[in-house]
């Protein structure tokens, strides 16, 4: 039987490599996407994943969401879900807008409490499955002018660790990865001169690609990480040890 996976902010950049990932293995994979409408119609042509359109900062779209990704696959539970879905907001912390800061805080954190909240109930009572969220290396060492992002992150890894208390019991796994400077859309913001900095700053001397962190999450999700709880996985290239 084949193993399924649901991956949310699937469309671009790391989310879209690990689509493209579990898809090779094997995995029966839908994902979401809230705005890169072209990027997931292409992707999903791509690969044959189901594309779902879905804000994760809204809990009745997630709740509709994650039944039609079951539907889709033909599957009660998922054997992994990838909480990927993420925006930044760049600037001084003394200008940051209440708008900026719901948005950030509905995508980042509560987009990860309802897509967890709605998939894993079935996980428990199948006593197998294996969640995964991303967080960033801003969110363990905090970064200036991303303080609400930081802030985000940081509180996804507190989720990580009380979930896996609250479920390794129950035969579920809960981890997540941490990744450094990737080249993503995200980061493509910053200039040519901080990309710089940042690649100097890590010990590895160049920037992460996507595909990276996206192979640290399928082996989370892996039969290979069966004894891995708890845990964040730096995917960083020495940033930060």
């Known amino acids: 039987m084949k193993k399924t996976v649901l991956i949310t ?14 898809i090779k293995g094997g995995y029966e994979t839908a994902f979401f996407y809230r705005n890169s409408e072209e990027e997931a119609r292409r992707l999903s042509e791509e690969t044959g994943a189901v594309s779902i359109k879905c804000d994760v900062s809204d809990p009745g779209q997630v709740k509709e969401s994650v ?3 079951r539907i889709c696959l033909g599957t009660a539970a998922f054997d992994a879900v990838v909480c990927n879905a993420g925006i930044s907001v760049n600037g001084l912390f003394t200008e940051l807008t209440d708008v900026q800061w719901e948005e950030i805080l509905g995508v980042n954190l509560n987009g990860a409490v309802y897509v967890a ?18 967080s960033s290396v801003w969110g363990e060492t905090g970064a200036s002018c991303e ?11 507190g989720l990580t660790k009380g979930l896996a208390k ?4 129950s035969g579920v796994r809960v981890n997540a990865v941490s990744p450094g400077v990737i080249d993503t859309e995200m980061n493509r913001e910053h200039s040519a ?4 900095v940042l690649k100097q700053d ?22 290979d990480a069966s004894f891995i ?3 964040v996985l730096r995917v960083n290239g020495g940033f930060y040890i």
Request: net charge positive; proline share 4%; aromatic share 6%.
């Open 9 to 22: 902010g699937g469309s671009r950049g790391i989310g879209a490599e690990t689509v493209r990932l579990f």
């Open 67 to 69: 039944k039609n990704a």
């Open 117 to 134: 909240r709605e998939t894993l109930p079935r996980m428990i009572s199948r006593k197998a499955g294996s969640l995964i969220f991303v």
């Open 147 to 157: 303080a609400a992002y930081s802030a985000t992150k940081a509180a996804v890894i």
């Open 166 to 169: 609250e479920v390794g019991p």
């Open 193 to 196: 001169e901080t990309m710089d």
């Open 202 to 223: 890590t010990p590895l001397n160049r920037i992460g690609r996507g595909e990276e962190v996206a192979r640290a999450i399928y082996f989370l999700a892996s039969d």
């Open 229 to 231: 709880t708890g845990q």
